[in-house]
């Protein structure tokens, strides 16, 4: 009679701290320990939450765990971030191409295209320098009248003649500036778009 209620007593007793837990955690050895709250030396190693009746109700990953999840998620966001951009890349160099072959028929066309408008750009910059040495020479004359000038009124009047052909200079000097801009750019562009051209529609040589 003794042995057969000592049994049930003795499995009572083992199972009662683990029904009554509420957390469960291992130490670096693998032990396994239950109580009703984690040390604080242990809580960012990770530990399991428990139910009244001892099952899993929540697992808590370890620190470590949470800071290699945190960074995969960087990264992964990263990387959809690179593939969204080179997409983005791969649309524009498509709508380019399509554009580059419905503009130019051939290479000789693009070539000829290209080398008019530069000399275009390099005429321009001709004529702008011209009149800017004109001018230039022009306003040194004035000025050199308007040293010698006694007369007040008159000095003042061709004072404000030397005004206006200053903001001319500045001017022609802009435009000058703005044209050598657009020759370098009009280069840039020829070089690129004459590589591509080359490169999308001649078939490649097996």
Do not use: C
């Amino acid at each position: 009679m003794k042995k057969s209620t000592l049994l049930p007593l003795l499995i009572l007793l083992f199972t009662i701290p683990v029904e009554s837990a509420l957390y469960r955690w291992v130490d670096a050895s693998g032990k396994v320990y239950y109580g009703d709250r984690v040390p604080p030396k242990v809580a960012q190693n990770g530990h399991t939450k428990l139910n009244k009746n001892g099952t899993t109700k929540e697992k808590i990953e370890s620190a470590k765990a949470r800071k290699q999840k945190l960074l995969a998620l960087k990264k992964e966001k990263e990387r959809q971030k690179a593939l969204k951009a080179a997409k983005k890349l791969e649309d524009l160099q498509e709508m380019q191409d399509t554009q580059l072959l419905s503009i130019f028929s051939s290479i000789e066309e693009l070539k000829s295209v290209y080398h008019n408008k530069i000399e275009m750009a390099v005429s321009s910059i001709k004529v702008l320098k011209a009149r800017h040495k004109k001018l230039s020479d022009k306003l040194e004359a004035v000025e050199a009248r308007h040293e010698r000038m006694v007369n007040p009124a008159d000095k003042r009047k061709l004072g404000m003649k030397i005004e206006d052909m200053l903001d001319n200079l500045h001017i022609y000097q802009q435009a000058i500036t703005e044209n050598l801009i657009e020759k370098g750019d009009l280069k840039e562009r020829f070089a690129k778009d004459l590589a591509r051209y080359k490169e999308i529609s001649e078939p490649e040589k097996l």
